[in-house]
């Protein structure tokens, strides 16, 4: 890739150890690598690309997503589901995505992806937890790697229908024996758990109310047999969840968890709006990993997640921006404004979440939950991941006394430049890998024909 100058940043973010924001700093990348970022001045002159930002760019790690269903895009604002609670929302769904085939996960995969790099976001999870018809998580794979966005796949999955107590219906769970053999096959086949690796493999058991004790421990028992093999599965997301798990489990969400094996710094669980005191220093004391995701807990009238709670507690805690049918939009910068918010309204203290704290959330925050030391934060030796957002726009007009606080309290719709790896992915707020009209086409294409059945 050779060498690359970014100079004339108007603040460089760096989220170092020491929350360094540089005025008049330029970033020098060598191939896929951050190899020096500070005051111009200490850096090299030229590189094979320079990129002059002319003063007006705030520069920032790019941000990272915790938790997401890309294959929900295709069911955005369903009329049927828009007002419900999770359980019922689920309920509305699944027969809509018994429909799913092959073409429908990686055209949604790329158009969430999509997304996502154009709002600031440079590294994303998927929990892909239905494969009806021909559908696979490499569809999702290939999807990504031809947009160019670093990737944890999580190859989820459903055992317990309706039949056995379960929520979802008995046509959409699998065998439990298939769902590990084929967790074995991309394991062997794809992750990557090298520094900087572009797509790493996680084992995902969607929910306590759609798979058993049994799946959740032999899972776990895998995933630990292969360094960087991480463990994710929804918990606690709403009282409907922790009664089922009082009922069918007789524990908590929390206590459930550990029960099965689902606690310590190899996992991460989606939501927990509803984790008790107890699971909260529990998760802090083993390292267990929580992804918040506030839009989709507003959007289902989940409850406001104890986030400050968790941090205090040395909870590890990033942002997701969930499924694109529970939040209808998929944007870091819009879910990190809203973790600021609503922390505040749930604890009815403006000072309990400062805008730097939930821009943490959203790059260091996310790193640490997907287990990686090599993203979040703009330093020597890190990915060259990095996102740039003009500060000449209307939104941010009158916000020159503090950029920085600006990109979460104002309106950042999306970035004018957004760096993967060292490859430019968006430039001047275009996506350079792939045909956006095209994918949008056929998204609505096959977002129509899937509602259609």
Known sequence: MGTLLVKNIHTLVTMNAGREELRGAALFVRDNVIEQAGPAALLPATADRVLDLAGRHVVLPGMVNTHHHFFQTLTRVIPAAQNCDLFQWLRTLYPIWSGLRSEGVYVSAQMAAAELLLSGCTTSSDHLYLFPHDCTLDDEIRALRDI?????????????????????PDALVEQEADILRDSQRLIEAYHDNARHSMLRVALAPCSPFSVSRDLMRESAALARTRAGVRLHTHLAE???????????????????AESVGWVGPDVWHAHCVQLSDDSIAKFGRTGTGVAHCPCSN??????????????????PVGLGVDGAASNDASNLFHEARAACLLARVGA??????????????????????LGRDDIGCLAPGMAADFIAVNLDRPTFAGAGHDVVAALILCQTDGVDFSFVNGRCVVEQGRLTTVDLPRLVERTHRLAARLVAG
């Open 148 to 168: 160019g966005m670093r990737f944890h796949a999580c190859r989820g999955s459903m055992s317990v229908g309706e039949s056995l107590g379960g929520l979802p």
């Open 238 to 256: 709403n009282r409907s969840d922790v009664e089922y798990s009082l009922a069918k489990f007789g524990l908590t969400p929390g206590d459930y």
């Open 348 to 369: 009815q203290d403006a000072s309990v979440m400062s805008a730097r704290e939930a821009l943490e959330l959203a790059t260091l925050g996310g790193a640490r939950v």
């Open 298 to 315: 507003m959007r289902l009238a989940s409850g406001i997640a104890p986030v400050k709670k968790m941090l205090c507690a040395r909870v």
